[in-house]
């Protein structure tokens, strides 16, 4: 009976992940936390047509990330200028305006079209772009950056101070991410190219939140004209988008294609190396996987654990787990603490050590997701390796429960997910509270809004959901634990978890710049979250990369494709 399971809910697995094309993207229905985003292997914060829609690793994580990294397999013989680099991607962005707008599909095209003041290395560091240079004030209450002399807009146009001043505090009024800059009193422009950002208290995050894909730097002088800047219509219109990144729009067909050509006046000589950069939207992942093995696609996220398989088999294909750390996207189960038994710590952590994170990445993900044993993604600086796993199996979980007197067989459970993609995880855990003895069953809704409701509403047990990290702890880890953040929003503290401990911890860490205290804070965070279990962490999918042995330099930063590509060059 239980190979049976096994066998369906693997198919039923791989029938979900085709039909989630891709995952999905968060954006701005919460407007009292940030929300994020899917992976290319299941829904996270779901769709932009929705409404709200991998550093320091564990060795599990270091091994998926390793898998044939950078090394593309082609001759380098150094950058070679010119060429067309086509990508496929079932993603549809709303738009290319990032500061109102999160999400994979903006941020893929809008990090081309558009700099940031800041780039990130390997090590989460941050590196100069648009600003050549930067200083923290010694009490952390403000942040100068000193921005490269001569950069121009698309329309020729000087990017200054005031423009970046705008773009943040554009962003910080309309974006969904509300903790990035939170903390933003006032911003001066001394000059045309410094910009003084003062905090009402030290902000560490405000640096990784001028990264690509949450600051682009928009240019005033067009967006600063008292329209509504969420439904402005130069955000996609090619006859009034002015951009201040490596590639312009010269083409928009809303749901076909995005074509993107290089900028010759771009402020880094000699970048980027490609002429064009076309993004075309396919709604059918079969398709794209063909476009690679046939070699017409360059760059693609394949959908779908039998489609990542099936690309490895390929050897003209180069398929990575590299990239995208800095999302970090994490499967769990998520408790409403709320309900009567649940707010019992001994069933959690029954229940905790009773799933087999293991067996969810082997079998039921077919080797593509990875064990996860915390909120922080193992990809990040600030995870910590070293907490209570669990996952000491079924027979301790029932004598854990029967040494705390409880009867499972007199308690009942319902597990929602989020339809379709999640179906499998959510039927492999009623099959392990069964194990356990509980009466359990799926609670089936027909969508995304539906189950979006009754998690927000706290309507529900408990549920598999999908979170993304986003870089920083602040912007995307905190919202999930802070007791002030259990708002009726989706992806905040649904679970309604209250610790003063935590909440104290993440407010020290949250305004400590010293990089080892902070990770020393998380670390601790971690320990006492992982004791109280709101929340059962099961695999971290990866950004499966796949692209041609000709991509060199291809996209496997901390950002993967949510960063800029003037660096990506096309061998001969």
């Known amino acids: 009976m239980r190979k049976q399971l096994i066998a369906l809910l693997a198919l039923l697995l791989s029938f979900a992940l085709v039909a989630v094309a891709c995952g999905s993207d968060d954006d701005d229905a919460s407007d009292d936390s940030s929300s ?10 779901p769709a932009e047509d929705d409404d709200e829609s ?11 990330e390793n898998s044939d990294a950078g090394d593309s397999g082609a001759v380098d013989t150094g ?9 496929q991607s079932t993603q549809v962005p709303r738009h290319l305006n990032g500061t109102v707008q999160s999400g994979y599909a903006t941020a893929v095209p809008g990090t081309q079209l558009n700099a940031s003041p800041l780039l990130f290395d390997e090590n989460f560091q941050p590196q100069p772009y648009l600003a050549e240079s930067w200083e923290i004030a010694d009490d952390g209450l403000s942040v100068t950056l000193n921005l490269v002399q001569g950069a121009v807009f698309h329309d020729g146009e000087a990017i200054t101070s005031e423009d970046v001043k705008f773009s ?14 939170a903390a933003v009193d006032t911003i001066d422009t001394p000059d045309d190219h410094t910009v003084v950002i003062n905090l009402s208290e030290p902000h560490p995050a405000i640096l990784l939140a001028m990264s690509p894909g949450l600051l682009p730097v928009i240019p005033e002088h067009v967006y600063n004209d008292g329209q509504e800047i969420k439904e402005h219509p130069c955000n996609a219109g090619t006859d009034c988008f002015v951009g201040s990144g490596p590639f312009t729009l010269a083409e928009y067909e809303a749901g076909s294609i995005i074509r993107l050509e290089a900028f010759e006046d771009f402020f880094i000589p000699e970048r980027p190396y490609l002429d064009e950069i076309i993004i075309e939207i396919v709604p059918d992942p079969a398709t794209i996987v063909l476009g690679l093995e046939n070699g017409d696609t360059d760059l693609a996220l394949p959908n779908g654990a039998a489609n990542v398989v099936r690309l490895q088999d390929d050897e003209n294909v180069i398929v990575t787990a590299d990239g995208h750390a800095a999302v970090g996207p994490i499967q769990w189960l998520e408790f409403n603490l709320a309900d009567e038994d649940l707010s019992n710590v001994e069933v959690r952590r029954a229940i905790a050590d009773a799933v087999d994170r293991q067996f969810l990445a082997d079998v039921i993900d077919q080797g593509t997701t990875f064990p996860a044993t915390t909120g922080i993604h193992p990809g990040s600086p600030f995870h910590n390796p070293d907490t209570e796993h669990y996952g000491a199996g079924v027979e301790a979980a029932q004598q854990r429960l029967a040494d705390a007197g409880i009867d499972p067989s007199s308690i009942s459970f319902a597990v929602d ?13 009623v099959q392990v509270l069964g194990d356990i003895g509980f009466d359990a069953e799926l609670n089936t809704v027909p969508d995304f809004p539906s189950w979006a409701t009754r ?4 309507e529900h047990q408990m549920t598999i959901n999908n979170v993304w990290n986003w870089g920083d702890p602040v912007i995307g880890v905190h919202r999930t634990y802070l007791s002030t953040n259990n708002v009726g929003v989706i992806w905040t503290n649904n679970t309604g978890y209250n610790n003063a401990d935590v909440d104290a911890l993440l407010a020290q860490a949250g305004a400590e710049y010293d990089f080892d205290t902070r990770v020393d804070l998380y670390g601790q965070a971690q320990e006492i979250i992982s004791q109280d279990v709101p929340i059962v962490y099961l695999t971290t999918p990866p ?20 960063g800029p590509m003037h660096e990506v060059w096309l061998a001969e």
């Open 36 to 45: 994020s985003a899917s992976t290319s292997s299941s829904a996270d914060e």
């Open 54 to 64: 991998t550093a320091d690793m564990s060795d599990q994580a270091e091994e998926a």
């Open 79 to 87: 950058p070679v200028a010119g060429g067309t680099m086509l990508i």
């Open 168 to 181: 943040m505090e554009t962003s910080k009024a309309n974006h969904p991410f509300k903790t990035m800059f």
């Open 417 to 429: 997910y989020i339809p379709p993609a999640q179906l499998a995880y959510a039927e492999y855990i």
């Open 455 to 458: 998690v927000a509403g706290g």
């Open 543 to 562: 950004f499966w990369q796949a692209f041609q042995p000709r991509v060199q330099n291809p996209p496997i930063g901390i950002w993967g494709q949510l």
